[in-house]
C-alpha cells in the first residue's frame, strides 16, 4: 500500500480519508452493496492496488476518467482510485439517450471511459459517435484485475494538490447543453466539514445512499462523510420505495438523503404504515422544498425531516433548516452552512440587501466549484468577483431564514432532476415536422414540477401530441420528457423579442388543470356506470 506522503502535498485531498480511515477501522463495514459487504481494508486496498495500475498505464492529475455505472461498490473503488491519483473522476448518468451520452463525452473528451455492463448497450452507442474515440475498458473487470489499457498520452506522476480536479459532474443549467462542473479536492474537503460541523455523522451510523452516483449528491451529501468518520453506507442502485423501506427497517438506517418526490412515493407506499423507521434519526432533503403536508406525515412516524439547499456548483451544500424549525417557517430552506457566505442581492444593480428583503442568493466560499469544464465563459457568466450567483429568487426574514421565491433561471426541477428548457427545445425542434418550441416547468403534486411544450407546428404540417412525444422520447432522458404538449401558431414575444415564459407558464398551468379536470370527470363517469 503506498505511503501517505506519496498521496498528498496538502491535508484536503480526498484519497487519504480512505487510506486513514482504513488504518483506524479496518474491518469495520466500509459498503453495503446489495448484501455484499466491503470493510475498509479491502476497500483501500482495491483502490490503492487500482491507483497504482492506473499511474503504471500513464494516467495522473490532469486526465479525466468517465463512468457510465450504477451505484456500486466497483464505482467506488474507481472514485478513491482516482482521488489517490488526481486523476477527475467524471460519472455520466445511465439515465441519457445515446444522443444525449455522446454530447458529454465529447465535452469531457475522458482519457478513459469505464463501462458497466448492465450499461454497455447505451455507452457502446454513443462512443461510436464521439468526436474521438477514447479509451475503454470494462468497469467491474478492471476495477477486479487493475487491467487498465495504457494512456494514449502518459502523463508524468507526481503527488495530488488541494487544486486538483476530483469531481466532474453534468448538471443541466439555463442554457441547451449541460455543462461539467469541477470541484477539487478542497472544494469536496469543505463541503464535507461543514455538512459534518451541521448535521455529523459517526462510526456507528448507517447511511442509505439511494441517488444515482452521477449526482454530486449521491457523494457529498452523506456518502463521503461517512467514510471519513468510518461509518457504514448502503448503497441501492435504483429507487424502489418499498425495497427501501424494507432497506431501512433490515439495516436500521440512521441517515439517509433523498429529494421531496421521493419521501412522498415511501410515504404512500403500501408497506409505509408497518414499516419500522425507529432507526433513522437524520433524513436530509434535498433539490427542492418539501411541501408542508409531507413533513407532517414524516414527523407523525417520528422522523423528522432536515431541509436543505444546494446546487452542484457549490459542492452542493449552501443551507440547511432543523426540523424544529421547518415546523416553524414552512417553506423555508434554512440558514447557512459552516464556512459557506450568502448574501441577498437586487438583482438589477448587483447591490447587496441588508435585513428583511428579496433578491438573487449569491453563495461564496471554498466549496464554491473551481469553473465550468472548459468552459471560462460560462464560468464568468455564473461568477461574480467570487461570488457564485445561483439564479434563485430568495427571501431573507427578520430571522435571517431563507425561502426560494422563484426562479430567476428558466430550469425546473421535476423529482430531484433539473431541466433546461432550452435542452428540451433544442431536441424537439430536431423534428421536421417542428419550426420552434418552447417549454416551462408546472407545479406537480408528486414530482414537484413537471414540462410542458408549446410547439410551433411547420407550415401545413399535421403534427399530433403523440407523435411529439414519442419523438421526444427517443432524443431525452425520461425525466427531461414534457407531460404534455400544446400546439400553438407563434410563440409570445415581449417587447425585445424575448420568449416570453411568464405568459407560457399560465397557459400552461390552465392546460394542466384542463386535462387534469377531464381525467377526473372520466372516472367519475366510469365510477357512475
Known amino acids: 500500500m503506498i505511503v501517505d506522503d506519496d498521496l498528498t502535498d496538502g491535508p484536503h485531498t480526498v484519497g487519504r480519508w480512505l487510506i486513514d480511515r482504513a488504518a483506524q477501522s479496518p474491518r469495520r463495514i466500509a459498503i453495503d452493496d446489495r448484501g455484499v459487504t466491503t470493510d475498509y481494508a479491502t476497500l483501500a486496498a482495491r483502490a490503492t492496488a487500482l491507483a497504482d495500475a492506473l499511474r503504471a498505464a500513464g494516467y495522473g492529475p490532469g486526465d479525466r476518467i468517465a463512468t457510465v455505472s450504477g451505484n456500486s461498490a466497483d464505482h467506488v473503488v474507481v472514485f478513491f ?105 478542497e472544494n469536496c474537503f469543505w463541503n464535507n466539514l461543514a455538512l459534518a460541523q451541521a448535521l455529523p455523522l459517526t462510526a456507528d451510523d448507517v447511511v442509505l445512499a439511494m441517488l444515482p452516483q452521477f449526482h454530486v449528491a449521491a457523494w457529498n451529501c452523506q456518502p463521503l462523510l461517512a467514510w471519513w468518520v468510518g461509518a457504514t453506507v448502503v448503497l441501492e442502485r435504483s429507487f424502489q420505495p418499498e425495497r427501501v423501506l424494507q432497506l431501512i427497517a433490515d439495516r436500521r438506517v440512521t441517515a439517509m438523503m433523498g429529494v421531496p418526490t421521493q419521501y412522498s412515493m415511501l410515504a404512500a407506499d403500501r408497506a409505509w404504515p408497518a414499516t419500522d423507521v425507529s432507526s433513522l434519526r437524520l433524513a436530509l432533503v434535498g433539490g427542492a422544498t418539501m411541501p408542508d403536508p409531507l413533513q407532517k406525515a414524516w414527523r407523525a412516524r417520528g422522523v423528522p425531516l432536515t431541509q436543505g439547499y444546494g446546487l452542484t456548483e457549490a459542492g452542493p451544500n449552501v443551507l440547511h433548516l432543523s426540523a424544529a424549525e421547518a415546523e416553524e417557517h414552512p417553506g423555508a430552506v434554512g440558514r447557512p452552512y459552516p464556512h459557506v457566505e450568502v448574501a441577498v442581492v437586487d438583482p438589477v444593480s448587483s447591490l447587496a440587501l441588508g435585513g428583511e428583503a428579496t433578491g438573487e442568493l449569491w453563495v461564496r466560499g471554498p466549496s464554491v466549484f473551481a469553473g465550468y469544464l472548459d468552459d471560462p465563459a460560462a464560468t464568468m457568466r455564473a461568477t461574480r468577483d467570487g461570488w457564485l450567483r445561483t439564479g434563485d429568487l430568495v ?135
Open 81 to 185: 482510485a482516482c482521488a489517490l491519483t488526481g486523476v477527475a473522476f467524471v460519472p455520466l448518468s445511465w439515465r441519457l439517450t445515446p444522443r444525449e451520452l455522446v454530447g458529454v463525452i465529447d465535452r469531457t473528451r475522458p482519457s478513459l471511459v469505464l463501462i458497466e455492463d448492465e450499461h454497455a448497450a447505451l455507452a457502446g452507442e454513443a462512443l461510436r459517435a464521439a468526436d474521438r474515440m477514447p479509451r475503454t475498458a470494462a468497469l467491474a473487470t478492471t476495477v477486479a484485475s487493475a487491467a487498465v489499457p495504457p494512456s494514449l498520452h502518459p502523463r508524468e506522476s507526481r503527488r495530488v494538490r488541494d487544486d486538483d480536479a476530483l469531481l466532474i459532474i453534468f448538471t443541466s443549467g439555463s442554457e441547451a447543453e449541460p455543462k461539467g462542473v469541477v470541484l477539487t479536492h
Open 395 to 529: 427571501h431573507r426574514d427578520a430571522a435571517g431564514i431563507l425561502r426560494v421565491v422563484d426562479r430567476l433561471k428558466d430550469i425546473y426541477i421535476s423529482g430531484g432532476e433539473n431541466v433546461a428548457p432550452a435542452e428540451v427545445e433544442h431536441a424537439l425542434v430536431l423534428h421536421p415536422l417542428v419550426d420552434a418550441a418552447a417549454v416551462v416547468g408546472v407545479p406537480d403534486l408528486v414530482w414537484g414540477e413537471r414540462g410542458v411544450a408549446f410547439v410551433v407546428p411547420a407550415s401545413g404540417a399535421k403534427l399530433s401530441e403523440d407523435e411529439v412525444l414519442a419523438h421526444a422520447r427517443r432524443n431525452l432522458a425520461a425525466f427531461k420528457v414534457p407531460v404534455h404538449v400544446e400546439f400553438v401558431d407563434a410563440l409570445p414575444r415581449s417587447t425585445i423579442e424575448k420568449l416570453a415564459r411568464s405568459r407560457l407558464r399560465e397557459r400552461a398551468q390552465r392546460a394542466v388543470d384542463r386535462r387534469a379536470a377531464m381525467t377526473s370527470s372520466g372516472a367519475n363517469e366510469e365510477v357512475g356506470r
